[in-house]
């Protein structure tokens, strides 16, 4: 079975944190009252994870999220049989167990996944909402409260890896961006303990340096970037390690890229 399944439990009290941007709240639960599947496009760590997160705990719905890679088979997400206590028993995949408890399946870069996976999601994507298990021979209903949640990062789509149309048609979309600078310290500043001030000015920083994204960098700053970078300057680190350590080093392996990097940083905070 997978091991890259996160599952979160409704009974937990805890709604995490996420600001809105614009009207996604309110399109993720009217999705979710209809029975509409959701795609979520947009830069990694731009805040996707984090909004399924809190609209599944704010609808009280068990959550499933997986993270999908270059290995995951449709197996293992439906499910399949297993040798446990020399006894063969059929263990559900996180999707069949979502679609059972009428729970939200959150499948994270889903255009990773292989191409067999997409097929077994095209009967929950339309009127039918069934999952068929040709293993056990099963035909799930999906309950009303069951919803199916996909994601990717448009910057990495490449011929190989991308939604075909015939999929893609079967989702409401929303596409997700960094949140506006005054918008985006305001979240570095609650979610690392940093001053405003200090938070602004990394905001500042991570704006100059999304500019050089298909340039002389693949991707630019994410907002999770920033927050880890803020949590380790309040917690006493040096500004110019912190931002090394989150703000270069994850972003290239090139040396002279890395220096460019740094230059602008030091321009940011001086010599700090």
């Known amino acids: 079975m997978t091991k890259t399944v996160f599952e979160r439990d409704p009974a937990s009290p805890e709604v995490p944190y996420y600001q809105p941007i614009g009207n996604e709240c309110e399109l993720f639960e009217q999705a979710y009252r209809r029975g509409l599947p959701l795609l979520l496009k947009g830069p990694t760590g731009c805040g996707k994870t984090r909004f399924v997160d809190h609209m599944a705990a704010k609808l009280g719905r068990p959550l499933y999220t997986v ?4 290995d995951l088979t449709a197996a293992d997400l439906t499910g399949r049989y297993l040798l446990q206590g020399g006894e063969t028993r059929w263990v559900d995949g ?17 255009v990773e996944a292989r191409k067999d996976v997409t097929v077994v ?9 069934m999952l068929p298990l040709e293993r056990t021979g099963e035909l799930l209903r999906a309950p009303d409260s069951f919803m199916l949640v996909v994601s990717y990062n448009p910057g990495y789509q490449h011929i190989l890896k991308s939604l075909k149309p015939s999929t893609r048609q079967r989702f409401v979309a929303k596409s997700f961006d960094f949140p506006p600078p005054q918008l985006e310290r305001d979240i570095v500043a609650r979610e690392s303990g940093l001053p405003a001030p200090q938070c602004a000015a990394l905001v500042n920083l991570a704006v100059r340096l999304r500019s050089l994204k298909g340039q002389d960098l693949e991707e630019g700053v994410s907002t999770r970037l920033l927050i880890y970078c803020a949590t380790l300057i309040a917690n006493g680190l040096p500004i110019l390690e912190a931002a090394q350590a989150t703000l270069v080093e994850p972003l290239t392996d090139d040396l002279d890229v890395q220096e460019g990097l740094l230059e602008a940083v030091r321009a940011t905070f001086g010599g700090d």
């Open 67 to 70: 993270s999908c890679h270059d």
């Open 121 to 129: 999601l095209h009967p929950l994507t339309d009127d039918r909402r």
């Open 94 to 110: 996180p999707l069949t167990r979502a679609v059972r408890e009428g729970g939200i399946c959150y499948l994270d870069e889903v």
